[in-house]
């Protein structure tokens, strides 16, 4: 099978997203299908020069991609659509992480121009996508969220609403960007000035203390939940991407709370109409009851993503995991079988 694998683009999760695409293109390849690799921000890449892309790793922090942009929006006004990678592919496998990669944007693209993809569609995208909006449909679904305010507020609201700490983020964004624990009242505004940095809408959450926990849907599957304990308050950018500074095991759990995760995270998943594969992320109290963190349309695919981890205690290789995303996104769009199927 032709596989077009799209990846990098101008986001702050650039460097995640080319991670993701070594590992997949090295285990689509392993499957004997012909993978071309393709850049959102600047075209083909020739597999000569796919390591090339990423030569460092992902770093501490977030790279700057503002000088990515103009080629991201060329690729998006039509030039995507004349790429020949693009044009000869049975199936194009999304490694985009953030921004137009998992807002919608690109989905909305490639159901115009008509290939089957990997991942949610255009309408899931854009609910999960927005913090806000997600939380919204996941409450109004019945599955359990921390309370939040959006910006403009001041001390008051978030005292009067949930206290401190509180979290604040951007509402469109990934990977811990642009987050920040805030225990004092009077760093509130610098941690909503560094969260705007990234998106227009801020989002101020409630802090649930608690175990970490994450749940990969696959199809109509609930993986087994895995536990995060990272070396910062927060599982952020640097805990997630910088090895050594969390711990990701299969979470020991009762067989009800189990069970109860993997329900709660399957009525997240359908609730914001996701499809293929999504994770859904957690906290749980000290009482056990458990919060809906987020739903990740496009969960990371490097060596350490939680995702494939998952997949793995449920005893899958990394090879199966992206095969059966690939079946997924055929039975979706009804077109070519994979090689060997």
Known sequence: MNVALLTGGATSERDVALASALQIAAALRERGNAVS???????FV?????????????????PPFERLKAGERRMLSGA??????????DLVFLALHG???????VQA?????????TGSGRLGSVMAFDKDIAKRVLASAGVPVPRWLMTPLDNKAVKERFGYPCVVKPSNEGSSVGLTLVKDPKDLPAAIALASRYDTEVMVEEYIAGR????GVLGEDALPVIEIVSKHELFDYECKYTPGMADEFPAVLEPENERRLKETALAAHRALKLGGYSRID????????????EANTLPGMTGGSLIPKAARAAGMSFADLVDRICRLALERGGTKPLAGG
Do not use: W
Request: glycine content about 16%.
């Open 37 to 43: 690799m393709v850049d959102l921000a600047g075209g």
């Open 282 to 293: 957690f906290r749980a109290d000290a009482k056990g009851d458990i919060f809906c963190l």
């Open 109 to 117: 693209h490639l159901d115009v121009i008509g290939l089957p993809y």
């Open 212 to 215: 970490e926990l994450t749940v």
């Open 46 to 62: 020739p597999q000569d020069h796919e390591a090339q892309l990423l030569p460092g790793g992902i770093g501490r922090e977030p």
């Open 80 to 89: 995507l659509a004349g790429i020949a990678a693009v044009k000869q592919a």
């Open 99 to 105: 921004g137009n990669g998992e807002n919608g944007v």
